[in-house]
């Protein structure tokens, strides 16, 4: 079985430019997240997506960011414009059923540095 | 919301000692507590979960006890090697959407 794919797997970029990263989850997984994990913290949910619908985007800065998963598959999540404290790994994860007990798995993340 | 705890921050023992992680969790309605392992710059892993109908589970040297009523879990692994060296993260499950949010990690180093 093929795992959650992400791409890039880095990036570099100065502050107030836009970057995107994509994510492919494991064929069949209806949920999709997107997780920021800044340096030394645990990571920390952005945006849930249930199919091609969000049912949980409250930690999400959507002046700058924005998120989504066009006909229920793969999901693209967008800074723009970035600043310095958005530098993170961005990590993609995904899940079979959303209610219940279920593991997430989770994406190799994008590391971004902003400058 | 859900806030989670984890301690300690940093845990080093010998090759083949016990290691305890601690997590406590605010929000009584959370049922799911996962465990999550991460090796420096790989993806996290589950490596446990138990769910709040149960409380203990174990799978060989690893094992998670949940308190219901203290609002705490813990992750508890014997005979540790140095391969077990990681971050390891708790989480909890809060809502209906299986919305997990984190601890803090705990750094474990397992010396030879």
């Known amino acids: 079985e093929a795992g959650v794919a992400q791409s890039p797997r880095y990036k570099i970029i100065e502050k107030r430019q836009s970057v995107a990263f994509w994510c492919n989850p494991i064929?069949?997984?209806?949920?999709l997240y997107w997780y920021q994990q800044i340096l030394g913290q645990g990571p920390k949910l952005l945006i849930q997506?249930?199919?091609?619908?969000?049912?949980?985007d409250s930690q999400l800065p959507k002046d700058r960011f924005s998120a989504e998963r066009l006909k229920g598959v793969d999901s693209t999540l967008k800074i723009q414009p970035a600043k310095l404290e958005d530098s993170a790994v961005y990590l993609c994860?995904?899940?079979?059923?959303?209610?219940?007990?279920?593991?997430?798995?989770f994406g190799p993340g994008t590391r971004l540095t902003v400058t | 919301g859900e806030n989670v705890e984890q301690h300690p921050s940093t845990l080093s023992v010998q090759e083949g000692d016990s290691a305890v992680i601690k997590c406590t969790y605010s929000d009584s309605a959370s049922n799911y507590f996962p465990w999550y392992k991460q090796e420096l710059g790989k993806r996290p892993q589950l490596i446990i979960d138990?769910?709040?109908?149960?409380g203990e589970k174990k799978d060989q040297r690893i094992a998670v006890t949940l308190n219901k009523t203290a609002k705490h879990f813990s992750l508890h692994i014997t005979e540790t090697q140095p391969e077990d060296s990681a971050v390891y993260f708790c989480a909890a499950s809060s809502g209906g959407f299986q919305k997990l949010v984190f601890g803090t990690g705990t750094r474990l180093l397992v010396s030879p």
């Open positions: 138990i769910r709040s109908n149960v």
């Open positions: 994860a995904s899940s079979l059923v959303y209610r219940g007990a279920y593991e997430q798995y």
């Open positions: 997506f249930q199919n091609n619908g969000v049912v949980d």
């Open positions: 064929s069949g997984h209806a949920t």
